[in-house]
Nanobody, 123 residues
Framework: QVQLVESGGGSVQTGGSLGLSCAAS????????MGWFRQAPGREREGVAC???????RYASDVKGRFTISKDYAQNILYLQMNSLKPEDTAMYYC?????????????????WGQGTQVTVSS
């Protein structure tokens, strides 16, 4: 089984920064693509950023320039550095992985999911 475990969520004021981590493990883990999604109360889950081993990186338009996705391939840890946070960034953030490359920022493009970590931005 593939396990994805997120950490690093918390509360911050508008304009602050937070960093999220996602540790991937499992004998069958082949995470060629990994990404971050988020879901705010009453809203559908949406893509935030994703990257793959081929170097393809995608960002949602509303986080581009503020968030940075990166990965430690040796440790199988995915990161999301979030700067200039806004109240509308408040959500549960989920890590996702998939064996294929060239994934889109869509839920159905990713096979494996973590349990999520909460990010709250207060005004």
């Amino acid at each position: 089984q593939v396990q994805l475990v997120e950490s690093g969520g918390g509360s911050v004021q508008t304009g602050g920064s937070l960093g999220l981590s996602c540790a991937a493990s499992g004998q069958s883990y082949t995470g060629s693509s990994m990404g971050w999604f988020r879901q705010a109360p009453g809203r559908e889950r949406e893509g935030v950023a994703c990257s793959d081993v081929a170097g393809n990186i995608r960002y949602a338009s509303d986080v581009k320039g503020r968030f940075t996705i990166s990965k430690d391939y040796a440790q199988n840890i995915l990161y999301l550095q979030m700067n200039s946070l806004k109240p509308e960034d408040t959500a549960m953030y989920y890590c996702a992985a998939d064996p294929k490359t060239m994934r889109r920022l869509r839920e159905d493009d990713f096979r494996y999911w973590g349990q999520g970590t909460q990010v709250t931005v207060s005004s």
